[in-house]
């Protein structure tokens, strides 16, 4: 049965930073594109990035240059580095796996979900 668990939330000032992290167990991790959404207060989920099986990774305008995606198959881990971060951030951040081994920004793609993280910037 495959697990995602997220952790690493929490409250930060504008400006500052936070990491994520998604632990994924039943799944050959390896294998498969992973990535982060997020959903606001009174807003859809929105997709944040991906980060393919091969390493390569896409994001959402809003948060390019500010975000990062990585990472460890060895720990069978991803995670979110979160940097510059804005009230606008403010969300429940959830990571997905993907059904294969790139991935995109649509939803249906996705297979599994964790049960989110709440980030919450301070202005």
């Known amino acids: 049965q495959v697990q995602l668990v997220e952790s690493g939330g929490g409250l930060v000032q504008a400006g500052g930073s936070l990491r994520l992290s998604c632990a994924a167990s039943?799944?050959?991790?390896?294998?498969?594109?992973m990535a982060w959404f997020r959903q606001g207060p009174g807003k859809e989920r929105e997709f944040v990035g991906v980060?393919?099986?091969?390493?390569?990774?896409f994001y959402a305008d809003s948060v390019k240059g500010r975000f990062t995606i990585s990472r460890d198959n060895a720990k069978n881990t991803m995670y979110l580095q979160m940097t510059r971060l804005k009230p606008e951030d403010t969300a429940v951040y959830y990571c997905?796996?993907?059904?294969?081994?790139?991935?995109?920004?649509?939803?249906?793609?996705?297979?599994?979900w964790g049960q989110g993280a709440q980030v919450t910037v301070s202005s």
């Open positions: 997905a796996q993907n059904r294969g081994h790139s991935g995109s920004s649509y939803k249906g793609e996705y297979d599994y």
């Open positions: 039943g799944l050959t991790f390896s294998s498969y594109a």
């Open positions: 980060i393919w099986s091969g390493g390569s990774t």
